[in-house]
Each structure stands twice: as structure tokens, then as C-alpha cells.
């Protein structure tokens, strides 16, 4: 069976797949539109994080298809070192928000400051990862600027026309921006991570905007450290993963000794584990959770959302166990096994014990 359907624009703003595209030259009357890509950057002490990375690749894609110029956006509290930092990493302008320390990662505050600035530089398409506080963040900032939102892309097409996964992840839908500054979410581990073209013989100019704390509407309390757990999904170079398959914590348990057979393994879950109490969050992989790289990544009674699978996509390679043959996992899987995860987690426990006994 075929399903066709044709996107129709919306009178509020939202994405249209009906025809070419609708863009104003200005906003409500206001500046001129630029043809600029603005990259909400997220930096670490090590340089860039894995998304941002990715976000400058599919600003380059998307700057391929429209000619428009790549500008990196980034908050901080040390304005002239991160944004040398940036400019020398990504060879592009760069704009600093100095900003309180909380308040560079608080997307309220991120909000009022990304909204006054937008509506004066009015950049053509402002791309952020497809995160927690960017989810709150970038619908938030298109609905106060009038234009159009698409979130979890997943590819870029000539128009330009963007993917992004729906019916879980068993259709993909193409979406044309309407009218406004499009703001767009990046799904995690759909762009490949590229090193920054050579920058030319003259430096990228850094722009460093100071932001009174007053004017982000927010107040910044002393923060709360998270609860250690023995945990470390970042550095884990295996992950067995459980999901729906488990039903208790008592349940977890041959998962947790086969995660301790490995070096550097770890134990973790899929987000209803965590909703239903039976790992802590910090065990959490999936865009609400955390993004895993492991060489080895085992999903036990994991069917595949999509959240799930933008936060393992990175791994080497996967191994799937799970009862259904059409589950979603196995389209992410090097290895997949159709069989129920509890007899099978049973007797590889017993044939590692024996092995090793």
C-alpha cells in the first residue's frame, strides 16, 4: 500500500511541502532578511561536543544548497576565549553571548536573549540540536518570532526540503520552511561529524554581545550536583541496554551481570526504564537521555523509537535481541536476533560462567 499525501502551509507559520518556498524579504515590516545560517554551538573544554559537530555539517549542506553564509552562535561566561575557541575550530563568524554562567545553558534565558537578537539580525535558518533544552528552546523562539519550526530533522534536501522520521520511524516526511526565520532541530547521529574546512589567511570575526542578567528573566540559584551512581555511559565502550522486555527491577539483574563481564561496560535502559523507576536517569540512553559511542552496544527488549535509536546510532556495532522481527532495532542492527531477551540473557550468563569457571 502507497500513502501520498501533500503538505499544505499553514496560516501560523508551520511547514509546508506544497509548493516553493514562502520567504518574506523581512519580518512583519521590519529589517531585511539575510541569508544567513546561524549554529547554536555547544562547547566543552575538549572543543566542540559530538552535536555540535554535526550541526556544522548540515549548516554546510544547507549552505551548499543555498548560497547563504555560516554564522556560529554560542553562550559563555568567557566570551573571548570561547569564541576563539569556536572561530578557530569552525573557521566561521562567531557571536558570543556573555551571559551569567547558569544562564548559558538555561533555555528561558537562551529564549529572551535568542529573540531579541533574531528579530534585529533575522538570519535565514537558526539550527540547534535536537535536545531536551533545545526542544523547549526552538519552538519556544519561532512561535514568539511568527515563523516556522521543524524539529528532528534527519536530512537535507535541494529546495531545500527536510527530512525527519514520523509513524515511528516507518515514514519519513518532507518539509519546505514557511514564512520567517526557520528555526530546526538536528536529530543526534544523522550527520556525520567533519573537521572544519581551513579557515582563510584573515581570522573570523567574533562578535561578543554582553548580556545584563537582568535582561534574561531568569535568576540563577546555586546549582545541585546529580546523585553518583558507579555510572558512566560516556566512557563505556560496551552498553547493554534493556527496554520494554523488563518488567521489574529484579528483572535487570542478569542484565546488570552481563554489562559487568566487560571491561568498561555499562548497564543502561530505554526511557521507560527510567520512567517507571527502574534505572536511575543518569542510565538513560536516547535524546532525553544520553548519546552513546560504545564499540559494542547490546539493546535487549528494545523495540527502537526513534528518541532511543538517535542516542545509540554512533555505536560501532549493535547486537539486537527482541521477540518482534519488524521492530525498529533491527534496522539499526549489525546483528540481529529474533528470541525472547530473558532465556536468552539466561543461557549466555550460564556459557560465560563456564568459560570462564
Avoid at 150 to 172: D, K, M, Y
Avoid at 200 to 208: E, H, L
Wanted: hydrophobic residues 40%; aromatic residues 4%.
Amino acid at each position: 500500500m502507497q500513502i501520498h499525501r501533500r503538505f499544505t502551509r499553514r496560516k501560523d507559520g508551520c511547514c509546508d511541502c506544497a509548493g516553493p518556498p514562502a520567504k518574506p524579504d523581512r519580518l512583519k515590516g521590519g529589517p531585511a532578511m539575510t541569508d544567513r545560517i546561524c549554529i547554536l554551538i555547544a562547547s566543552a573544554p575538549q572543543g566542540l561536543t559530538p552535536p555540535s559537530k554535526e550541526l556544522l555539517t548540515a549548516g554546510r549542506r544547507l549552505a551548499d544548497l543555498t548560497g547563504g553564509e555560516i554564522n556560529c552562535l554560542v553562550f559563555s561566561d568567557t566570551p573571548e576565549q570561547t569564541g576563539a575557541a569556536v572561530a578557530g575550530v569552525t573557521g566561521c563568524p562567531v557571536t558570543v553571548f556573555k551571559t551569567h554562567p547558569g544562564h548559558a545553558s538555561h533555555p528561558q534565558a537562551q529564549l529572551s536573549i535568542l529573540l531579541s537578537w533574531a528579530r534585529d539580525a533575522l538570519p535565514a535558518y537558526l539550527l540547534m540540536a535536537h535536545t531536551p533544552s533545545c526542544l523547549e528552546l526552538g519552538p519556544g523562539l519561532a512561535a514568539r518570532l511568527g515563523s516556522g519550526c521543524i524539529t528532528a530533522i534527519n536530512g537535507i534536501e535541494a529546495g531545500p526540503i527536510f527530512l525527519r522520521a514520523i509513524l515511528g520511524g516507518q515514514r519519513v516526511a518532507k518539509l519546505r520552511p514557511g514564512a520567517g526565520p526557520t528555526v530546526l532541530t538536528l536529530q543526534p547521529g544523522t550527520f556525520a561529524a567533519q573537521e572544519a574546512p581551513a579557515a582563510g589567511a584573515a581570522p573570523a570575526k567574533i562578535t561578543i554581545l554582553e548580556i545584563p542578567a537582568d535582561d534574561c528573566g531568569v535568576t540563577c540559584l546555586p546549582p545541585i550536583p546529580p546523585a553518583a551512581t558507579g555510572s558512566d555511559l560516556s566512557d563505556a565502550q560496551v552498553v547493554v541496554a534493556a527496554g520494554r522486555g523488563f518488567t521489574s527491577t529484579e528483572a535487570l539483574e542478569p542484565v546488570y551481570t552481563l554489562a559487568s563481564r566487560f571491561h568498561q561496560g555499562v548497564a543502561a535502559g530505554s526511557r521507560p526504564m527510567i520512567d517507571q523507576g527502574f534505572m536511575p536517569y543518569s542510565r538513560q540512553v536516547g535524546i532525553t537521555g544520553a548519546v552513546v559511542a560504545p564499540r559494542l552496544y547490546l539493546a535487549l527488549g528494545i523495540s527502537g523509537s526513534t528518541q532511543h535509536i538517535a542516542g545509540m546510532r554512533q555505536s560501532d556495532y549493535v547486537i539486537a535481541v527482541n521477540t518482534d522481527p519488524h521492530a525498529a532495532i533491527f534496522g539499526e542492527a549489525d546483528l540481529g536476533i529474533v528470541a525472547d531477551v530473558h532465556p536468552f540473557l539466561e543461557r549466555l550468563n550460564q556459557k560465560l560462567d563456564a568459560e570462564t569457571g
